[in-house]
């Protein structure tokens, strides 16, 4: 399987400065809305945790804490051909 990363950028202004919760959530809005683009994402999606300051990925069954704000996915699955 051929895999690519995708990575969200930490909410920050400048580094050192507080996280700006409503552009995490903005980040993980427009992050969500490109990957129902590429392709169906099972009603998952991303978001923003004021509360522990990272991105998640998951659905109404549950959300993994991303602590490296990014996740793989399946490269041949988002770049197949049009059907």
Known sequence: MNRIWIELELPREKKGQPMNHDLGRQRAALATRMLNTLGDSGGQRFDWSERNLR????DRMGFENLTD???WFNLDYLGREER
């Open 69 to 71: 704000s990014g996740k």
């Open 55 to 58: 991105y998640t990925y998951g």
